[in-house]
């Protein structure tokens, strides 16, 4: 599994470090992904293009080489989860991981309000695990066709309130993932 931050953060994120609890006593091997602009040391993110292409450069090189020949799933938490699914004809992931996707930002105050990002979770047509506050200003997906959405209660964008929520909500997803994978290249 591999992971990607948020804009406003990197990957010590209590939620990515939830996901990756969950994950690991599963057999999942995770790698947390730090974009160029956080290493770099700068606080706001590159433009849409160069994230993707950051994501993508990243995915390249751990398939060729340490997670070669691995099933992988790939997500992130908000900003990293948008580009994980942007990315996803790109990068071969057989599910995703969404913790905290800012479906529609917050309206600014005199400015028309942004599109919502719905197209974006529209697009995968793997299997989808999206993690949510309920209170997340950023607005609630709705379950899709292969998404799956948990809504963490008390929960807002951060979803720092309920670490062992967003980590119950990854460990009781993975197997289905992680299972189906594994008959499917045995069957």
């Known amino acids: ?15 990515l470090a939830a996901a990756t ?32 292409e950051a994501w993508t450069a990243v995915l390249e090189q751990l398939t060729a080489g340490e997670l ?15 580009v994980a699914c942007r990315c996803l004809p790109d ?8 913790l905290a996707f800012p479906l ?11 599109p919502d ?27 899709g066709r292969k998404r799956r959405v948990v809504q963490v209660p008390g929960a807002n964008h951060s979803l720092r309130t309920d670490p062992d929520a967003v980590e119950d909500a990854v460990r009781s997803w993975l197997p289905g993932v992680t299972e189906g994978k594994a008959a499917a290249a045995n069957g």
Do not use: N, W
Not at 120 to 141: C, I, K, N, S, Y
């Open 104 to 114: 529609q930002p917050p309206a600014r105050k005199g400015k028309e309000p942004s």
């Open 117 to 143: 990002r719905l197209p974006e979770l529209e697009a995968v047509d793997v299997p989808m695990l999206v993690v949510q506050g309920d209170r997340d200003q950023f607005g609630m997906p709705g379950e």
């Open 68 to 82: 070669a020949d691995l099933p992988l799933i790939v997500g992130g938490r908000s900003l990293g989860a948008r």
């Open 91 to 98: 990068t071969g992931g057989m599910a995703v991981l969404c």
């Open 21 to 52: 609890q969950a994950a690991v006593p599963e057999g999942v091997t995770v790698a947390l992904v730090e974009q160029p602009y956080r290493v770099a040391g700068r606080k706001s993110p590159a433009p849409a293009r160069r994230l993707d």
């Open 1 to 15: 599994m591999v992971l990607g931050h948020g804009a406003g953060g990197g990957v010590e994120a209590p939620d």
